[in-house]
């Protein structure tokens, strides 16, 4: 899984050359309907690989338009699953008045997954495949960058 750097400016430039709202650009990238406005706010925000190839597609524009990297990197030689920020999940499920196990059955998780994960001390980590991530935040309505631990 990459991260890429993208400067909130340009997506708004491109967004507004494209003529497409904002609305409509977060649901074209599977986000919530804020998605895009937050992201324009940011000066940089790290967004999700996944992310930048629906924005590209969406837009007519290359990786490097919205990139701070001027082509993709390469990729890692064994792949590392992300570190799951469980104190912001926590958040982020509270505000969205979820249980645990509603959150569960939301994103399609085995039963526990949410418990087990908000039950960790603040020292340990815990690695999430991009697909489970992904899936949490569908179900929060949450950018995924916002669950990652940097």
């Given amino acids: 899984m990459q ?6 400016a340009r997506l708004r430039e491109f967004r507004e050359r494209a003529g497409i709202p904002q609305e409509e650009l977060s649901l074209m990238v599977g986000a919530g309907k804020t998605w895009a406005a937050e992201m ?3 000066s940089r925000v790290h967004v999700l690989e996944i992310i930048v190839q629906k924005l590209i597609r969406a837009l007519g524009v290359e990786i490097s338009d919205l990139s701070t990297f001027p082509d993709p990197p390469a990729p890692p030689s064994a792949p590392i699953d992300p570190t799951l920020n469980a104190t912001r999940l926590r958040e ?6 979820l249980s645990q196990e509603d959150l569960d059955e939301m994103a ?6 949410v418990e087990r994960v908000e039950s960790v001390g603040p020292d340990e980590e815990i690695q ?23």
Avoid at 92 to 97: H, V
Avoid at 108 to 113: T, Y
Avoid at 128 to 150: E, G, H, N
Wanted: charged share 30%; hydrophobic share 50%; net charge negative.
């Fill in 128 to 150: 999430a495949s991009v697909d489970v991530i992904w899936k949490i935040a569908q179900a929060l309505k949450v950018s995924p960058t916002l669950l990652i631990r940097r």
């Fill in 3 to 8: 991260l890429y750097l993208v400067d909130g």
């Fill in 40 to 42: 324009e706010l940011e």
């Fill in 108 to 113: 399609e998780l085995e039963p526990g997954s």
């Fill in 92 to 97: 982020m499920r509270e505000k969205a008045a």
